[in-house]
C-alpha cells in the first residue's frame, strides 16, 4: 500500500517521500483516511508506531483543502492545536510537522516552556496555521492574549494518557473552553484507563476507535531481558553490560532526578560518556545531551520517565531500566523508546530485592513472565539476607515522589496539578511539601 492510495495529495506525498517514508505503518494505514473524512477518532498506539504522521498527514491535508477568514485584528487564525505533554515530544512532533508541510504553505510553530516566551509571541504575529504546545505554556499565551483559539478546526491529545498522569486534566479543559464547540478532535493514547475513557466521553463525538497493537504490550521487536543484582552491585553492573558488549547508545532510567544525575557522574567517571536530562535541566542543556546521543558523541543518556517522552531514535538499540518505575505501565513507555518503527532492540532490567513486587506488577500488565539472569560477581543477597523494606514516606505523590522539588514540584500524582518531577524516590527523606503548582515539564 502506498500513501498516495490513502488519499493524500501529490505534494504531501512528495514531502513525506523526502522524509524516508516508503510504506505506511498499520496507524497510518487506519488513521489517516478517518481523519480526512472528518470525524472524531480514539486511537491507541504505542510510541515509535508513526502517529504523527497518522495525524499529521491528513490534517495538513484537510487545511490546505480551505481558507481561514482572519481574526477580527486581522491575524491568520490559529487552525489546528496538538497538545503534548512534554517539552521534548512537543519539539519532535512540530518538527515532523514541518517536514511534512513543506509544499503546503501551512506554518507550524513550537511552543513550550523552559526557553523565552518572546521568540513565540512575535511568531504568533505572524501566520500560524498549526501550534504545537504543552498545556502550560499555552495557558500563558491564553493569559497574555498572543493567541486566540477561538478559530481552531482540529484538536489533538498526543500521548493523551501521560497528560492526565501528569495533572493536566484541568488545564486541558480551561484549553478546550477557549476553543469553538465544533471542531474535529483526535485523541491518541498508549494505555486506556478508566480516566482516559472519561476524556474520551467528554471530548469526543460518535468517535470511531482503532487500536494498533494489543493494550498495554510491548512491541514485538523488542528483546526483554532481567538481571537480578543487588541494589548496591547496580552501577558496576551497568558498566560491565554497557563495556563487556560495546554498546554505543544507551537510554538508562531512572527514577529520580537526583538518581540521574549521580548515576551519569558515575558512568562517566567509568569512562562512559555520560550525561542526564531531567525537568531540572534547562531546556538549552537538555537539547543538547538529546543532540550529543542522537549523533553518537554521547554513549549514555540517563533520563527520567518524563523528561524521555520525546526522545524519538529510531534506530535506539538498548534501553536500561536501572529502577523500575513504580507504575507498570510505565514500563512500557520505558521500553518503547526502542524497537520502533521496526527494527529490533533490547531492553535490559536491573532487579533488585526491593524491586519485585514491581515486577509483578509489570509481569501481570504483559502478561509476560521475567526471567531473572544472574551474572557471576553481581548476585543479589538471598531473600533471607534482604534487609527490611523500608516503608514510603508520608506525603508522596504518584510513584512515590518525595512531594517536595526545587521546581515545579515532585507530585506526579495522578489527582494533582503538579507533576513536574518524576516517579520513585532515592533513599533520602523527602524535603517538606510545597503546594502543588501546574507545570508542563518545563
Partial sequence: MSFA?????????????ECGYTEP???????IPLVLAGGDLLAGAQTGTGKTAGFGLPMLQRLSETQAKP??????PVRALILTPTRELAAQVEENIRAYAKYSGLRTLAMFGGVSINPQMKALGGK???VVATPG??????????IDLSRVEMLVLDEADRMLDMGFIRDIQRIIAKMPPKRQNLLFSATFSNEIKKLA????TNPEHIEVATRNATADTIAQRFYGVDKNQKRALLSYLIGHHNWRQVLVFTRTKHGANRLAMQLDKDGLPAMAIHGDKSQGARTRALSQFKEGKLRVL?????????IDISELPHVVNYELPHVAEDYVHRIGRTGRAGVKGEAISLICFEEKPLLKAIEKLIKQTAELEILPGYEPLPDSEQPPIEKPAPNRGRGGASAGNSRGGQNAGRGNAGGRGNSGSTNKAPRSAKPPRRHDNG
Avoid: K, M
Avoid at 137 to 146: G, W
Avoid at 201 to 204: A, D, K, Q, V
Fill in 5 to 17: 492510495s490513502l488519499g493524500l495529495n501529490a505534494q504531501l506525498v512528495q514531502a513525506i517521500n
Fill in 25 to 31: 505503518t498499520p496507524i497510518q494505514t487506519q488513521a
Fill in 71 to 76: 481574526l477580527a485584528n486581522g491575524r491568520a
Fill in 128 to 130: 500560524i496555521d498549526i
Fill in 137 to 146: 505554556r499555552l495557558l500563558d499565551h491564553v493569559s497574555q492574549r498572543s
Fill in 201 to 204: 466521553e467528554t471530548l469526543l
Fill in 302 to 310: 540517563v533520563a527520567t520517565d518524563i523528561a524521555a517522552r520525546g
